[in-house]
């Protein structure tokens, strides 16, 4: 670096430090070298840094998930939810995986899964009946995914969880359901 570049690099720093820095004037090449000095110096030690940014909205998200949870049944497009959120649907596949960790169709089918779980749980309804009620389009199409999720088919489930609590004695008497579910064991 030459010696008035460098004399003039240690002027910003002083300024930038002091919060008194003249950033829009500052040549490309200083700008570049003096903006993380300038950045840490601006920011407060105890606020925590942002860790992801591109997210939707809390608003948005919690508006998403209930909009999903409300349809879990349903048939459900993801250019419905983008439109709900007002964005294109590339864009909100984006934001909704950047704030749940899942995409909008990952996130659908573990919400179905648990719902199936809990039915198979507290109903003594058929396993065709609940992948209908939780939105799959038939049982095979159930079966496949939810011995992918779980690693083993919902009949087999199904039949580990009685044998379980028969086991311990609670067949006799089930455990209550689930706000919303009535119990039929």
């Not at 002027?11 to 500052?26: D, G, H, K």
């Not at 948005?60 to 349903?74: A, P, S, T």
Request: hydrophobic share 35%.
């Amino acid at each position: 670096m030459k010696p008035s570049a460098q004399n003039c690099f240690s002027r910003v720093t002083v300024l930038i430090a002091s919060n008194r820095a003249p950033v829009l004037f500052l040549p490309d090449r200083t700008m570049a070298m003096a903006y993380p000095q300038h950045t840490t110096a601006r920011a407060p030690a105890s606020e925590p840094r942002k860790t992801h940014t591109g997210g939707l909205s809390p608003q948005r998200e919690k508006l998403v998930k209930q909009l999903i949870l409300e349809r879990l049944g349903d048939s459900l497009e993801v250019s419905e939810l983008a439109q709900a959120c007002a964005l294109s649907r590339s864009h909100f596949s984006r934001a909704f995986k950047c704030s749940t960790g899942l995409s909008p169709q990952d996130w659908i089918r573990q919400q179905r899964i648990a719902l199936a779980k809990q039915l198979i749980r507290y109903t003594d309804m058929s396993l065709t009946q609940i992948s209908l009620e939780c939105g799959f389009c038939d049982q095979a199409h159930f079966s496949h995914i939810f011995t992918r999720s779980e690693g083993v088919n919902p009949f087999a489930w199904r039949c580990q969880f009685v044998r379980g609590t028969a086991l311990n004695g609670k067949r006799s008497q089930p455990s209550p359901a689930p706000a919303g579910m009535h119990a039929t064991l």
